[in-house]
């Protein structure tokens, strides 16, 4: 990725000519000419990206200006510092301004040396550059996507048989009212999920007769296969009179996609194509297909969708011709398929082949049949794991692994250490890599550096969805748009690698937003590739330092296990830029970050995460770290923050959460750039005691640090009249959480809150159990406002939160309410997770028909008073999860239960013995009232342990303390957590 160094230089050379102290004489000029030269050479890079590997001599020239850019980089910054060295206050009077003119001469010195030399460099490689035209480049890209498309023999595809089925039914039966569906697969993936949809919309009444199919998934693995599969059935050929297969490409223009579709149609019904197609217009053209189409049934392929005006070009001469017309397109972008389906389609999910299967086809393309030998079982079964349940994966490996020779196990353990390496060298394999690499090739180039980014994370790691915002923009991976933070661009970046494929889901919140998420094993090995051949990144973990091979230079530093190797290295030059730490056996306080400080070249750093490393103490060094801009010691032991901090000027993350650190010194204020200040940790296993979170204190004067984004969790119990007003000032807050709060404090607060008008999470915990939560003079509450939570005792329901119609979540706690809240909650249109703990001492809970439009999880935890529920029909018909828990006098299945029909799972926690008598499936009075709901759990304490009564679908009884249900149960309480 040159383009990113150079954009990244380019910003700081901007910076460099507008610095008020003077450089040396002629190096204004130098540094004009750099930029110029750079700015040149930057247009070809883009464009030159994806040809790296086909052309050895324009890859080297890209390596070139990547170093020179670094170079520069690494020269203003140095400057830089050694201005900060030097600078004595604000320049107040004149003397000072002479006196750190005179002091700065070495380093405008040495700058105008680093430029000089910098220069001749830059110049030798616009002389040096590749002659090639950006012309001949996009074609070649063009063909490269079309001629690279692997399609699998049928035998091949475990799986193909139902959807194949699934989507003949959908194109050959009349199912009037099923007319709009997506189907999602991605990289070979043939167990896919196919489903249909009713919609009753007038748009899809009026063109019931012509049904879109969207398969959506990565370039060349599978969706193509699937739709041909099923184009090329005899079955489907008799149906449709007339048909056409037309093949995209991302740079085919429209009007060659309609002369190829109208020569295909005349081939079909056996006539010349008329001479003036070449001569007419598009909208002649459109027309012509649509008089051929009008009076016959057809069905209309489009493979590899890349852009949404390619269906619009198309669509208006597909006819509604009440003849059960049929159009499947192939896409591998995600929001393309939803727009070629009118917005009407429907996602489904992706299912990998389970562990048998995958096991199955690995056996049987590896070893022809035959079961695998015994002493290979466990390396093929590691080497099954990285191919992450796909089958095109798993056969393709499987070729290459045929071959091996199978007495010998050294053979098969080295493509298991070396499986990317094993991809890159392997000709069996080249396919699979060509299309997994066109995947990447086709990615718009802004992306690019984000997703290589990707590699820094250890293998199968979670990857906390924040956290990897927080780094792209620590990085400088993230441009500014207009109306957006750099937050919520980054956000939509990772939005877009999730369309495209390249990330998968681990974990959603409760309101169906990505938690975590993870690259698919074998893209692993691909990015991994690409980012070790353009030393993008370097990681370095224990179980290889024998192996690795060091690059000559390194800027972003991935540990994994142990530092040991890279205190070792002394041929590698270390300009860090990024370091991150991951799952250290070390003890840093040991040899202290010392050592690293000294051997490793990290004061230019701008990322340093030593996230769960076995640190006990803030190292000193790292205020050291002028251009640090992201700091994470999540779930260290440092308790204690130097005020020496403020020296880190352009820090604009701190992530201080689980750590012991309860105490902020009065100069964190002067962080003027801070974005982030999080700084909590939870108490777990205590989740329903009142102090079980523990935020911090600070006495600084919080309002000057007015671009924090992120303020968690700030306890506000001394000082707390003055604090309400300096939060005030906080107008760029979009996550806030208040703990200790007092109740004199309210009217200040609501005053303050006002002013946040970009809120989105909104956290506040009494100083004590029964201390009232005053918040109800909020008249203008923050619009944007999707996650509330309250602990505390509330007089009244505050009146201003009914009107919060984006609440997506809202937890309450300790309100001990005498009203019905629900009346106050069941009308927000938007809210898909309520919680209540200790909410409500009212007798009867009441769910009016049409409330609750959203909600799809409901847990009600500790209402003592609780004896019945009702829920009316229409009431939470998108329901999906309902916990209750410790409600000693609800002995009776909530009646209406049987209105939600999506209901998918039920827990019971610690609840009466009636109750769980009345469950049972044989003779229990109640247990017809939930015998629609897939699974339901009954959970409490008998001897000493947990116990889980399971009823499945069919009454099925599971007991056992280790269950994995008992274990979902037990963990419900983290849903508590902010």
Known sequence: ????PVSFVLEKITWLLEEEVNLQRGVHEDVRCIKVELERHKAILVVADSLEDKNPELKAWVKRVRDTAHEMEDAIDEYNLRLVDHEQGNNICYCQEICFYFKTLKARHIIASDIKEIKSKVEAISQDRPNTSAGSISIQRRLDSQGNALLLEEADLVGIEQPKKQLIDL??????????????????LWKTTLGKQVYDHPKVKDESNRAVISIYGMGGLGKTTLA????????????????????LSQSLKSEDLLKDLVQQLYS?????????????NSDKVKELIKNLLLRSRYLIVLDDVWHVDVWDAVKLALPNNNRESRVILTTRRRDIARYCCAELGKDFDLEFLHEQEAWSLFCKKTFQGNPCPPH??????????????????????????????????????????????????????EDMKKVLSLSFNELPYHLKSCLLYLSV????????????????????????????????VADSYLTELLNRSFLQVVEKSSDGRMKTCRMHGLLREIVNYKSRDQNFATIAKKEQEQDMVWPERVRCLS???????????????????????????????????????????????????????????????????????????????????????????????????????????????????????????????????????????????????????????????????????????????????????????????????????????????????????????????????????????????????????????????????????????????????LEFLQVFVGETLHFNAKGFPSLKVLGLDDLKGLESMIIEEGAMHGLKKLIIQRCGLLKHVPVGLKHLSKLKTIEFFDMPDELLMALRPNGGEEFCRVQHVPTVYTTYWRDGGWDVYSLETFGERETDSNHSSAKRTLELPTLWKV
């Open 1 to 4: 990725m040159a383009d990113s």
């Open 171 to 188: 194109l050959i039966k009349d199912e009037s009212n099923e007319e709009v569906t997506s189907i999602y697969s991605m990289e070979g």
């Open 228 to 247: 041909k599969q099923v184009y090329d059935d005899p079955k489907v050929k008799k149906h449709f009179r007339i048909h056409a297969w037309v093949n």
């Open 268 to 280: 079909v019904i056996g006539k010349p194509v008329p001479k003036e197609v070449e001569m007419n």
């Open 376 to 429: 290979l079982e466990e390396v093929c079964r590691k080497i099954l794991k990285l191919c992450g349940g796909l089958p095109l994966a798993i056969v393709a490996i499987s070729g290459a692994l045929a071959t091996k020779e199978r007495s010998n196990i050294e053979e098969w353990q080295i493509v298991c250490r070396s499986f990317g390496s094993e991809i890159k060298g392997n000709d069996k394999l």
């Open 457 to 488: 994370f250890p293998e199968f790691h979670p990857i906390e969805h924040m956290r990897l915002i927080r780094l792209w923009i620590a990085e400088g991976f993230v441009t500014g748009e207009d109306g957006k933070t750099l937050e919520e």
């Open 559 to 833: 540990v994994i296990t142990s530092l040991d190797n890279v205190l070792k290295q002394n041929k590698t030059i270390f300009k860090l830029r990024s370091l991150l730490m991951f799952a250290l056996s070390d003890s840093l306080n040991h040899f202290s970050i010392h050592d690293l400080y000294s051997s490793a070249g990290v004061k230019l750093l701008r990322v340093l995460d030593l996230q769960d490393a076995p640190l006990e103490a803030f190292p000193a060094e790292i205020v050291d770290l002028y251009l640090l801009k992201y700091l994470s010691l999540k779930n260290t032991k440092v308790k204690n923050i130097p005020g020496s901090i403020k020296k880190l000027q352009n820090l604009e993350t701190l992530d201080l959460k689980h750590t012991y650190v309860t105490e902020l010194p009065v100069e964190i204020a002067e962080l003027k750039r801070l974005r982030h200040l999080l700084v909590y940790r939870y108490e777990i296993e205590s989740y329903a005691h009142f102090d079980a979170r523990h935020g911090f204190k600070v006495v600084a004067p919080i309002g000057n640090m007015q671009s924090l984004q992120k303020l968690c969790f700030i306890e506000v119990d001394q000082g707390s009249g003055d604090l309400m007003v300096e939060l005030g000032k906080l107008t760029q807050l979009r996550r806030l959480g208040i703990r200790k709060m007092r109740k004199e404090d309210g009217a200040a607060l609501c005053s303050s809150i006002e002013k946040m008008v970009n809120l989105t999470s909104l956290s506040i915990t009494a100083i004590k159990e029964d201390e009232i939560i005053d918040i109800h003079s909020i008249s203008k509450p923050p619009r944007f406002l999707q996650k509330l939570y309250l602990s505390g005792r509330l007089e009244k329901f505050p009146q201003w939160i009914k009107s919060c119609n984006n609440l997506v979540r809202v937890f309450l706690k300790w309100s001990r309410l005498e009203e019905d809240p629900l009346a106050y909650l069941q009308g927000l249109p938007n809210l898909r997770h």
